[in-house]
């Protein structure tokens, strides 16, 4: 028989498990409620690091290093001097290449000038022509009366056969230099246009042992040392934009459902804690896992066989503003956390940067070697060539 004692005990058992029953299904109905309500709306992952381009800075000639401006870790802007490569042969080349471009005008002109010439000779041949046919008249006309003997007739035809073979080799001189010349001026002769592209590549040349930085960012990777012979296309250095870098999350392919571009998200980096956001969005999802990309991707039809859950990688773009605030490295940690309430968003992105691509300005069309051709062609031409100036308007603008 149950004392008080023990029925009070039992009772007081019987509450307690109820009011932990209560507690237990309050907590499962909150989170559930929590999980539906809030939680079922985010996707978040810590695989997530930092990346940017690497833009490589290569020798596009080779040559020796004169000097290097720069070092690993320094801040440098666009047009910023990195490297200086010895320009004494490429300074030799354009001499050369100047002064044939001066003879090739000189000779074109020469052309010019014996076309005017032959033209003159051809009006002088023609003239002994009539005269010799004259001569030749004259005597057919008086052999008959004995006034003229058969052997002087026979002089003057072989004159006149002599002043027509003279007269067609200055007009086959003439059609000679009219097929070299034909259709052109001085400025616009082939000979002068090939000079003329010989003293831009040159000019090119020279303009390539001076490295400028095309972008504004960080030196990394510095390989290249004073006195080093370099040759075309090694890498030097490399220089990593942190103005426009974005993050990688790798997120679970079952996390992938809603999870769609231009959606909002909130980051967090380790570097500075969890009291620093970074506010970005969605801006592509990759065409494919990572091991599908590897070296040496898995061949899952081949051995044994286990599951393994993939991860895709997530292009996620973050406030310039909030880079500029707090600015991060390549291959920091980051913890995301992507917002997939609104799945109204397209899957595959059209458009990944909102700012385009690095570019780097061309070397060529330099108007001070524009000046430069002109004033060569002008002083060996004889006369201002209108085409060629014309050309260097429209190349400088001026």
Known sequence: MDTPNNASND???????AILGVIVLVGAIAWFARWFLISSHYQSTDDAYISSDLVQITSEIPGTVLAVRVDDTQSVERGTA???????DARVAANSAEAQLARAVRNVRGLFAQRDQLQAQIAQRESDVKRAQDDVSRREGLLSDGAVSGEELSHVRDALTASRAALDGARQQLNATEAQISGTTIETHPQVLDAEAAVRNVALTLHRTQLRAPVAGVIVKRSVEVGQRVAAGAPLMGLVPLDDVWVDANFKEVQLRYIRVGQPVSLHADLYGSHVEYHGKVAGLSAGSGSAFALLPAQNASGNWIKIVQRIPVRIVID?????????????SMSVEVNVQDASGPLVATQVRSTPLPTQASAGDDPDVEQRIRDIVVQNAGHTPQGSLARAVAVTGR
Do not use: S, T, Y
């Open 11 to 17: 009772r007081r058992r019987k509450i307690g498990f």
């Open 82 to 88: 990195l490297v200086e490569l010895d320009p004494a």
């Open 320 to 332: 310039p503003q909030d880079l500029k605030d707090h600015p991060l490295r390549v291959g920091l």
